[in-house]
């Protein structure tokens, strides 16, 4: 269950959201949702993850800052959060923190966006390779409080063609938290794709249109 009670305008969001499922085959429905903007993009977990969220976030031509390991004050003034889940012993240890250090901070973060009405967008882009014990952590304890879920990884039922070491949903986690938490997912291919969703999502116009 999501934390306390958002605005009426972001449960409008979350009705549309629902509506917008993306497969692993690049396809985007044309609807948009029409999050605000600027976004703030970092890690729960310190994986390399949030800096190839910041390049997918310029592609799409958001107006995006992007902060490693960002404070509860650097909330301020962001339209959306968006976090990138998956753990990295390296990045922890570069950041001087545990794995429970960081469920802790990225407790107050999810708390605070919530305050302040910000919608989160979860993002697992960094496929089988960023799964675990550590990784997996992260996930179950953040990605069903999100609003939104964009994974690399296969849609059930649906044959991965790709490297199977980028399928970070083979055994359907993602799908499974989705489906109880009730968030909206997109499955997307390779982490470029993840281009069109946000699109989408931010509800802005890509180069070709």
């Known amino acids: 269950m999501k934390q306390g009670i958002r605005?009426?305008?972001?449960?409008?969001?979350?009705?549309l959201a629902m509506g917008l499922l993306v497969a692993a085959e690049d396809e985007v429905q044309t609807e948009s949702v029409a999050w605000a903007q600027p976004l703030l993009i970092t890690s729960v977990g310190q994986s390399a993850g949030a800096a190839q969220a910041?390049?997918?976030?310029?592609?799409?031509?958001?107006?995006?800052?992007?902060?490693?390991r960002a404070s509860v004050e650097e909330l301020e003034g962001y339209g959306a959060l968006v976090v990138v889940l998956g753990a990295s012993s390296k990045g922890l240890g570069a950041a001087g923190v545990d794995i429970d250090d960081e469920i802790v901070w990225g407790n107050e973060l999810f708390a605070k966006a919530d305050e302040l009405g910000i919608p989160i967008l979860a993002m697992h882009i960094e496929g089988d390779t960023r799964r675990g014990t550590t990784s997996d952590a992260v996930i179950e304890a953040f990605a069903p409080l999100s609003?939104?879920?964009?994974?690399?990884?296969?849609?059930?039922?649906?044959?991965?063609t790709a490297d199977e070491s980028a399928n970070g949903n083979?055994?359907?986690?993602?799908?499974?938290?989705?489906?109880?938490?009730?968030?909206?997912?997109?499955?997307?291919?390779?982490?470029l794709d993840a281009v069109d969703v946000l699109i989408n999502v931010f509800g802005i116009e890509s180069e070709e249109g």
């Open 170 to 191: 083979a055994d359907g986690l993602f799908t499974t938290i989705a489906e109880e938490a009730d968030v909206p997912i997109a499955y997307i291919e390779t982490t």
């Open 54 to 68: 910041r390049v997918v976030a310029i592609r799409a031509g958001l107006e995006a800052t992007y902060v490693q």
């Open 7 to 15: 605005t009426w305008g972001m449960v409008a969001v979350l009705i």
């Open 147 to 160: 609003d939104y879920i964009i994974v690399k990884g296969s849609m059930p039922d649906v044959e991965w």
